[in-house]
Each structure stands twice: as C-alpha cells, then as structure tokens.
T-cell receptor, first 116, second 111 residues
Framework: SAVISQKPSRDICQRGTSLTIQCQVDSQVTMMFWYRQQPGQSLTLIATANQGSEATYESGFVIDKFPISRPNLTFSTLTVSNMSPEDSSIYLC?????????????FGPGTRLTVL | AQTVTQSQPEMSVQEAETVTLSCTYDTSESDYYLFWYKQPPSRQMILVIRQEAYKQQNATENRFSVNFQKAAKSFSLKISDSQLGDAAMYFCAYRDDKIIFGKGTRLHILP
C-alpha cells in the first residue's frame, strides 16, 4: 500500500500569485499524477509527473501555468502560477504502484485552493 | 478516446438494503482495468474494487461486488447490506495507460 500526504491541505491566495503544492508518498511509486477536482465534480487529469524529466500534460494544461517537479520516486510538487479565481479547485496528487499485472493507484487527501 | 459514463448523479438506499450503481465505458482496447473509487466528504479517494478486463470472473470485496459485462462495456457496482458509512461519492474509472473517471454518483444512505 501507499500513504500520500499533501501540503498545504488548503490555502487562500490572492490573484496573480503562485502556490506550490507538495506531495509526499511513504513508499516508492512507479508513476505520479496530478488531478484537479471542482467540489462535487469528477477528477480531471492535469499531468503525469515524470522522474527526472518534464511532466506530460493533458490537453488544456500547460507547463507555464502548472509547472511540476518530481525529483525522486516519492515526492512531487505542483505549482499553480499567476492564479486567477478560475483556478479555485481541489488539487489531488496520486501515485501508482505497478506489480506485474496488479497495480493500485493511491490518492492524497487533496489541497483546497481558493483564489480571491 | 476512452470515456466513462455514470448515468445516475444521485441515488438513495435504505440502510441494510442493496443498491447497484451503473457504469458504462467506451474503448477499443482489449486489455484494461476498471475500478470503483469511493470519495467521502473527507475527500480521500478510496479504492473499493478493481477488475482486470482479461478476467471473466466478477470481482468481489466483502459487501461490494461488480457485474462486469465486457461485450456490453458495462461495469456496475453492487453494495449489499448498505451501511451509513457507505454514504459517499462513487466514481467509476477506466485505465489502460492513465485513469479516466466518470462524473460520479452520490450515494445517500437512509437510516
């Protein structure tokens, strides 16, 4: 199994500023992902965090707005840059453990971001 | 592109009764995984049950079971003996190289 923690758990930010969210896994995971979730809505994949290389972004998400780092197999950061009220959402980190044909994807508790 | 559809935005069930949540998906792949995740108000996503597409046998985890119909691309979740702690948002998910989630079904348990 894997336990994922995120910091901060919530924040209120001013328009135009940036926030970096940290994701820590208690054991090594093969892949890490970042999702966005509006309250009461489904999860939308932002990007796959790749260790030692640039993240792979989904359509509609760009590196300049959401820079991601993954320096090792247990840690990743997501920065929300130049924030606007439309960025208010819950951001979730996820880690995938692969073990042959068995794999499990774990999720952090999320970071609730409010942009004023 | 793969899609996951949950046609029931909300459902209610009496405590101790059985409820079935529906999910359909669309894919041209033959090898993939399907999941049901539970998200309570705490926001923590919890894996409820998983199904490998190559397995014909339906997965079961205690009170939770699935009805996997590969040809129909259907993957429903049955919760037996519903408990108050089962109240949550339930997401059906599909994965080949990345997970795609349905829009979710909010399940209410009536005491």
């Amino acid at each position: 199994s894997a336990v994922i923690s995120q910091k901060p758990s919530r924040d209120i930010c001013q328009r135009g500023t940036s926030l970096t969210i940290q994701c820590q896994v208690d054991s090594q995971v093969t892949m890490m992902f970042w999702y966005r979730q509006q309250p009461g809505q489904s999860l939308t994949l932002i990007a796959t965090a790749n260790q030692g290389s640039e993240a792979t972004y989904e359509s509609g998400f760009v590196i300049d707005k959401f820079p991601i780092s993954r320096p090792n197999l247990t840690f990743s950061t997501l920065t929300v840059s130049n924030m606007s009220p439309e960025d208010s959402s819950i951001y979730l980190c996820s880690g995938l453990k692969l073990a042959g044909r068995t794999d499990t994807q774990y999720f952090g508790p999320g970071t609730r971001l409010t942009v004023l | 592109a793969q899609t996951v559809t949950q046609s029931q935005p909300e459902m209610s069930v009496q405590e101790a009764e059985t409820v079935t949540l529906s999910c359909t998906y669309d894919t041209s792949e033959s090898d993939y995984y399907l999941f049901w995740y539970k998200q309570p108000p705490s926001r923590q996503m919890i894996l409820v049950i998983r199904q490998e597409a190559y397995k014909q046998q339906n997965a079961t985890e205690n009170r939770f079971s699935v009805n996997f119909q590969k040809a129909a691309k259907s993957f429903s979740l049955k919760i037996s003996d519903s408990q108050l702690g089962d109240a949550a948002m339930y997401f059906c998910a599909y994965r080949d190289d990345k997970i795609i989630f349905g829009k979710g079904t909010r399940l209410h348990i009536l005491p």
